[in-house]
């Protein structure tokens, strides 16, 4: 495509016009809620077997830094804790989403946000304001893009918009200007990546786990060079052979604008309660209503119908997944495993469980359908439907649209913690999550990130149990 309006200098200006003091207090909490999430997750993914390679491969690196693995508690330098960190966020389908643009901003951007951070010794302040405007590149990008589209073909959008938003956090806090943000995103038009091929073979999955990682690696790359004046495109998303015109078949530019009065993007992100893909996390409330909270035995169960929109039949039909990656991306074992154990049994995805006789029943009985009417509903919210047919002929059947967590259904600070214990408790039980819910709150008021990364640091981590298995 072509285009004369300079859409990528006019939301490079913006960005960078997003300072500390256009951040209102509803913002302010939300990026904490945003942060805390992310610092659990995180850690959780730290002890899987992906987040330990990383760590690995982080020390081969011999990186000196001053920015902190989480986890492990090692320095690195921003790139390589940005990858490492941004790998353990999206470890294990625990972090959060932005409907419209299908992606998981906070493993991108907050991974390469703390890292630069750590080596510009910026303040909470400005910390705030780079991880609010990467949000808002990433997932303004990614909506322009028209998202399920560029999905369909292939493309996994976490890994494809990342670059973008980790690349406006970065230079952010490196303190470039416009032409020099819009040459950190030329710098990420050469970086953006990230094939779906994963979703199609069970033992190729581990890579799916990177797609947090690479892109804010090469976000902050990308500003890194830019701050150098390495010389790129300026018109990296609206150009003839810009972004766009790349992996856009129908894209909706005015869609990059933000419209008078909204809200900022970060209000439109959705928590994950359940540790599995976000299309599916409707269709497990759905379960809970159609079996009183969980309460019906599951070997009473003849039959679950489980009607979805288009994206989400394709690329999640697995009915013998073999690895965790694929079991959390597969709908019949979400059904089946949630039905057999409830929805927050994070250990039922791992592959002991795989041929779990009653997860095997269950995911017999489940059969996927495509309703059309809930197409209408996409991209902003993942709707599904579910009948479960019981053995006496029963049926209870549930629609719902929005899903737990969502920005309709959010969780309060409150509700994030509750779903941090058990992942704090996964890692290390000695580990004071009150000491990171502080941290976090203080950040505004902390005049570097150390304070925080320190509360994310495990002191048994080389002697606490890899979680899974891929």
Not at 55 to 72: D, F, H, K, V
Not at 211 to 217: D, F, S, T, V
Not at 249 to 267: C, F, Q, V, Y
Not at 348 to 353: K, V
């Amino acid at each position: 495509m072509t285009n004369s309006h300079p859409y990528s200098l006019d939301l490079a200006s913006e960005m960078l016009a997003l300072d500390a003091g256009s951040l209102r207090n509803d913002d302010v909490s939300q990026l904490q809620r945003l942060i805390l999430d992310y610092a659990t997750v995180t850690l959780c993914g730290s002890v899987q077997p992906w987040g330990r390679k990383m760590r690995t491969w982080a020390q081969t690196q011999n990186c000196m830094g001053p920015a902190r693995l989480i986890g492990s508690g090692e320095l690195s330098n921003a790139s390589t804790a940005a990858l490492t960190n941004g790998t353990s966020a999206h470890g294990y389908e625990l972090d959060d989403t932005h409907e419209a643009s299908s992606s998981h901003p906070g493993a991108v951007v907050i991974s390469a946000a703390l890292g630069v951070a750590a080596e510009c010794g910026s303040n909470g302040q400005d910390i705030l304001a780079a991880i609010a405007a990467g949000y808002e590149a990433m997932t303004r990008i990614g909506r322009a893009a028209v998202s399920q589209e560029v999905t369909e073909r292939g493309f996994h959008a976490t890994c494809l918009f990342g670059p973008f938003g980790a690349a406006t956090a970065a230079a952010k806090l490196l303190e470039l200007d416009v032409e020099g943000l819009a040459r950190s995103w030329g710098l990420a038009l050469s970086m953006a990546s990230g094939s779906s091929q994963f979703a199609h073979e069970p033992q190729g999955t581990m890579v799916k786990r990177m797609h947090a990682g690479i892109p804010a690696m090469h976000g902050v790359i990308a500003a890194q060079l830019g701050k150098l004046e390495m010389t790129a495109p300026k018109n990296s998303l609206e150009g003839p052979l810009g972004f766009y015109h790349l992996y856009s078949e129908n894209p909706n530019l005015d869609l990059l604008a933000r419209k008078s009065g909204a809200a900022l993007e970060i209000h439109n992100i959705s928590f994950k309660p359940y540790s599995c893909c976000r299309k599916f996390h409707s269709m497990i409330d759905c379960l809970a209503i159609a079996t009183a909270n969980f309460t019906h035995d599951p070997s009473k169960i003849a039959k679950i119908d489980v009607f979805s929109p288009a994206n989400a039949i394709k690329k999640h039909a697995i009915r013998r997944p073999n690895s965790v990656m694929a079991a959390q991306y597969s709908m019949p074992y979400i059904t089946a495993a949630t039905l057999a154990y409830g929805p927050k049994k994070y250990s039922a995805f791992e592959t002991e469980y795989h041929n779990d006789p009653t997860i095997i029943s269950l995911i017999d009985k489940t059969q996927a359908h495509h309703d059309t009417k809930l197409d209408r509903y996409l991209p902003d919210h993942m709707a599904n439907r579910v009948t479960v047919t019981y053995t006496d002929g029963r049926q209870e059947s549930a629609e719902v649209i929005e899903a737990l967590g969502s920005p309709e259904r959010p969780l309060s600070f409150d509700g994030v913690l509750e779903k941090a214990a058990p992942l704090i408790d996964m890692v290390d039980p000695s580990m004071d999550l009150g000491a990171i819910s502080e941290a976090v709150h203080d950040l505004p008021n902390t005049r570097d990130i150390d304070t925080l990364m320190c509360t994310l640091v495990s002191n048994s981590y080389d002697s606490t149990a890899t979680l899974a298995a891929e």
